[in-house]
């Protein structure tokens, strides 16, 4: 894909709504009419499903067009709209409606016999938004830059991949053999724009919530700066905490070795020991090896974690207690499997950082093999256990039918590309965003596109 030394521009799927109400707060076009204050569009039901037909009223003014529609800012830099009745936080406790305001063009398309709103703005435009929202000002400004430069790569890539044909959103082991159940999951492309406003992308609220002038400036400072392999923009990953070393991209999603994204040791002394052995992973994980994320500095933390204070500090080094009761109804509920009472639970394969990608769990009534490591955390824990990479202990030890299993883990997330507490404890020590990257992206380079 070429970039032409142009910042390409992005669509971001808004809500669905069978109408939409705005206020444009400014002038802007449609087809040859110039609109400007509250507008309401309605999808005409007469004509559903065959493009779609639209009336809109603005203030005394009332039309109908063909859709998709697209309202265009007469002046991109001045021109701001709100859409009004947003729901945020869907699915959560709290989820309630708002009005948001956007910068660029809004363009309305018809979706299932309803109008979906999509939001196209300039793509630096749309990073300041999403990276004010998730990154905190306290943060080293290298660390920001790293952090910057790493979503836009991730972004391209991601556009990239989609003007190639799409991604492989995830997958199931073909063979229908009830003794192995290996899951992965990645982003799954979206029909009719790049990507959506809600955590299934990355979380977008316009220019609704504060940009935070640090977070700004280190997006603008790099601005068209990514990460290239080979010529091509890396689909850079980040996780929370590798937990001494970072996990190798075809290990977690679709088995296509991304070679920036490797298994390495994150900082320390010495070579990294194979952990793919069970000996060395044992070893590996029970220790405290010398790390980027090995951190008990409260202010460097703070800088990544999103509710400090809530949130546990444990996740370089974790520990977990699963009840023989406990873990059978979690494995049913989690995942369908039903196997009995659980005699052990045994990793058969591990990626380069210790993570388990395949887990043998073998009860009184059958035995299954658990993957990836996605499906593995999530069939273990209420929630999501921190990584895959875990020591098993039977209580009592050598019982053949346990009464409980103690797991005893390192690190928090896939362990895939960025490892954040390590990047942000890099930043604190005065390490360059450069240095930072390419610690992290192995073999990768840094160049501006536009
Ligand atoms: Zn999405
Ligand atoms: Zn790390």
């Avoid at 073909?174 to 406003?197: G, T």
């Avoid at 703070?302 to 207690?321: K, M, P």
Wanted: net charge negative; glycine share 10%; aromatic share 8%.
């Amino acid at each position: 894909m070429k970039w032409n030394n142009q910042e390409p521009e992005i669509a971001v799927g808004l809500l669905r709504a069978p109408d939409i109400q705005v206020t444009l707060h400014g002038s802007y076009r449609l087809n040859e009419e110039l609109l400007s204050g509250r507008v309401t569009f309605s999808l005409d039901k007469e004509h559903k499903g065959a493009g779609g037909l639209l009336s809109y009223r603005a203030g005394q003014k009332t039309g109908e067009t063909a859709l998709p529609l697209t309202l265009v800012p007469v002046n991109y830099d001045q021109e701001v709209v709100e859409v009004h009745q947003i729901t945020i936080g869907i699915d959560f406790h709290w989820q309630r409606k708002e009005d948001q305001r956007f910068r660029g063009s809004l363009r309305l398309v018809e979706e299932g016999g309803q109008l979906r709103v999509i939001n196209v703005l300039k793509l630096e435009d749309y990073l300041v938004s999403v990276i004010s929202s998730e990154m905190k000002a306290t943060a080293s400004a290298e660390f920001l830059k790293a952090h910057a430069i790493m979503s836009r790569s991730w972004l391209l890539a991601q556009l990239q991949k989609a003007a190639e044909g799409g991604n492989a959103a995830g997958a199931a082991d073909q063979d229908n053999n009830p003794e192995r159940h290996i899951r992965w999951y990645d982003r799954e492309d979206h029909a009719l724009f790049d990507v959506c406003a809600d955590d299934h992308c990355q979380r977008y609220q316009g220019l609704t919530r504060a940009t935070e002038p640090r977070v700004e400036a280190a997006v603008r400072e790099t601005s068209g700066q990514v990460l290239l392999y080979n010529d091509r923009v890396c689909d850079a990953r980040f996780s929370k905490c590798c937990g001494g070393a970072t996990e190798s991209f075809e290990e977690v999603w679709e088995p296509i070795p991304h070679p920036y994204l490797g298994s390495w040791r994150d900082g320390g002394q010495g070579d990294l020991p194979n952990l793919r052995k069970e000996e060395q992973a044992t070893a590996w994980i029970l220790g405290q090896p010398e790390a980027w994320c090995r951190t008990s500095d409260r202010e460097v933390l703070a800088q990544v974690l999103n509710d400090y204070d809530q949130e546990t500090q444990d996740f370089f080094r974790w520990e977990v207690v699963l009840s023989q009761q406990e873990l059978q109804r979690l494995l049913k509920e989690k995942i369908g499997l039903e196997l009995g009472a659980i005699q052990s639970l045994r990793p058969l394969k591990r990626g380069g950082s210790g993570r388990i990608s395949e887990l043998e769990i073998t009860g009184t009534q059958g035995r299954c093999v658990v993957g990836k490591e996605l499906e593995i955390r999530k069939a273990l824990s209420p929630s999501h256990l921190y990584s895959s990479a875990f020591v098993v202990e039977a209580q009592p030890a050598g019982a053949a039918l346990p009464e409980a299993f103690r797991l005893r883990g390192a690190g928090w997330g896939h362990g895939v590309g960025l490892c954040q507490i390590g990047a942000a404890v890099m930043g604190a020590a005065g390490k360059d965003h450069t240095r930072i990257l390419l610690h992290y992206f192995r073999g990768a380079a840094l160049k501006k596109l536009y």
